[in-house]
């Protein structure tokens, strides 16, 4: 008997669907580089990460399928034009997830941290200092939950050798956030830096870190750098990437740039 394939939400620039228990989509020139290193993370002991099938007949990645739900957008919040972009479920906003989401970040570096990680194709280019191969969108919408609490990642597409504040640096902007105050009253999220910095801490006191500068810096050029592929695909008419622009989101990230520069020694110092 042969099992349906059923569309997955997400994959904007590849197919993603699932067949049974395992999810497929489109190889790339880089799907080599990210298999092997699903499955050097595994043998370290690192579960947090589907487990490799290899390629199927048509030449797609397969994947377990990931048993959860991913903590993904329910619609535009309506403020604005939509500007504040998608509201994301209550439970990603908990102190408890955080706390989760660090450790389990810092599991994924630290087995990642062995991969030999030159002489491969990865889809963006190494970061230096390389200590760790960077997942890259860690966003709550690529973070399966359990019972309300991040247990795994998928989408690993992006993922490519860089430092570990990389990706600290992008979860702090999305995860803690690292949004100006109008932005947070949208989504009935606390205001104030002082609250930001008290998140930040816990992010990083859960990976093992205290708050650092570096990080903070690292969320800049990180959401910098996610801005300008952003923009580049609304040239190339990305229908989604046009609709963010549309609507203002990508203004919006482009404030909060801003703000993180404003606020750097307060969310460290506080």
């Known amino acids: 008997m042969v099992e349906p394939e059923i569309p997955l939400v997400g994959g904007a620039d590849s197919r993603v669907v699932r067949v049974g228990q395992t999810v497929r989509r489109n190889g790339r020139a880089w799907s080599p580089a990210v298999l092997d290193l699903l499955q050097h993370v595994e043998r370290e002991g690192f579960s947090g990460a589907p487990h490799v099938h290899g390629f199927d007949d048509q030449g797609r990645e397969v994947l377990t399928y990931m048993e959860g739900e991913v903590g993904q957008g329910l619609g535009f919040i309506p403020d604005e034009g939509g500007r504040f972009d998608v509201r994301l479920p209550d439970y990603v906003w908990r102190d408890d997830v955080l706390l989760h989401l660090g450790a389990l970040i810092r599991a994924y570096h630290d087995a990642a941290a062995s991969f030999p990680w030159t002489g491969r194709e990865w889809r963006l280019k190494a970061r230096q200092p390389v200590e760790t191969v960077c997942h890259n969108d860690l966003t709550p919408w690529n973070t399966v939950f359990r019972t309300g609490l991040p247990v795994a990642f998928i989408d690993w ?28 009253r949208a989504h009935g999220l606390p205001t104030g830096v002082a609250e930001k910095a008290r998140r930040f801490r816990l992010l990083l006191q859960a990976y093992g870190l205290e708050p650092e500068v570096s990080v903070v810096q690292a969320a800049i050029e990180r959401v910098g750098q996610l801005q300008e592929h952003m923009w580049k695909l609304v040239a190339d008419g990305s229908k989604w990437e046009v609709e963010l622009a549309r609507r203002g989101v990508l203004d919006e990230a482009t404030l909060e740039i801003a703000w993180i520069e404003e606020h750097a020694a307060a969310l460290v110092r506080s």
């Open 157 to 184: 597409d992006a993922a490519a050798p860089g430092p570990r504040a990389w990706d600290l640096g992008f979860i702090a902007w999305r995860w803690v956030p690292f949004w100006r105050d109008v932005k947070c």
